[in-house]
Antibody, heavy 122, light 111 residues
Framework: QVQLQESGPGLVKPSETLSLTCTVS????????WTWIRQPPGKTLEWIGY???????YYSPSLKSRVAMSLDMSKSQFSLKLTYMTAVDTAVYYC????????????????WGQGTLVTVSS | QSALTQPASVSGSPGQSITISCTGT?????????VSWYQQYAGKAPKLMIY???KRPSGVSTRFSGSKSGNTASLTISGLQAEDEADYYC???????????FGGGTKLTVL
């Protein structure tokens, strides 16, 4: 059973860059889409993007200009960087695993980290 | 504003069945059988309940089922139990531009 754990700062100042890491255990970081999803307090989930085992990334169009994801297979970790943070970026950030069948068919986000609350405030 | 529309809340009594709708467009729900549903308890991470419209992951109760008609997907919970009280979110594949989009979420209350 794969387990995911987010790590990073709980408080970020406006205009700074958020850096989060997700550590994967119990499975290889290959063959899946490693995803970041966030949820502002009291609001719905927002898909941020994913990185696959080849390092290929896909980002939400609304965040694309500020997002970068990377993968370190040797450490079984993948990371998120989000630049120019503002108050609207305050949210619980989740890392998740999306299983993909042959042909690119998604089987959904079947494993999630516990989430980490990131607050943007000076 | 979420791209997929869900009712803000639904309720039902123990033992009853309820259905939560998830309405999109031809470009997302209508074009792909790639809708998933998630259950989320307060303060917890979401849990996958349904994928590919109507498939259940191992371990998910058979009381949960999914379907789709046109641009609307639905999650049905039969034999409601107190433990089903949670928030539920749908998610759809949206092609190679937007990729994935969630619904606004539905709060299920078991009376």
């Amino acid at each position: 059973q794969v387990q995911l754990q987010e790590s990073g700062p709980g408080l970020v100042k406006p205009s700074e860059t958020l850096s989060l890491t997700c550590t994967v255990s119990g499975d290889s970081v290959s063959t899946y889409y490693w995803t970041w999803i966030r949820q502002p307090p009291g609001k719905t989930l927002e898909w941020i993007g994913y990185i696959d085992e080849t390092g290929t990334t896909y980002y939400s169009p609304s965040l694309k200009s500020r997002v970068a994801m990377s993968l370190d297979m040797s450490k079984s970790q993948f990371s998120l960087k989000l630049t120019y943070m503002t108050a609207v970026d305050t949210a619980v950030y989740y890392c998740a695993k999306e299983t993909i069948e042959s042909g690119g068919v998604t089987r959904g986000f079947d494993s999630w980290g516990q989430g980490t609350l990131v607050t943007v405030s000076s | 504003q979420s791209a997929l529309t869900q009712p803000a809340s639904v309720s039902g009594s123990p033992g009853q069945s309820i259905t939560i709708s998830c309405t999109g467009t031809y470009w997302d729900v209508g074009s792909y059988n790639l809708v998933s549903w998630y259950q989320q308890y307060a303060g917890k991470a979401p849990k996958l309940m349904i994928y590919e419209v109507n498939k259940r992951p191992s371990g998910v109760s058979t009381r949960f089922s999914g379907s789709k008609s046109g641009n609307t997907a639905s999650l049905t919970i039969s034999g409601l139990q107190a433990e089903d009280e949670a928030d539920y979110y749908c998610c759809s594949y949206v092609g190679t531009t937007t990729f994935r989009v969630f619904g606004g979420g539905t709060k299920l209350t078991v009376l």
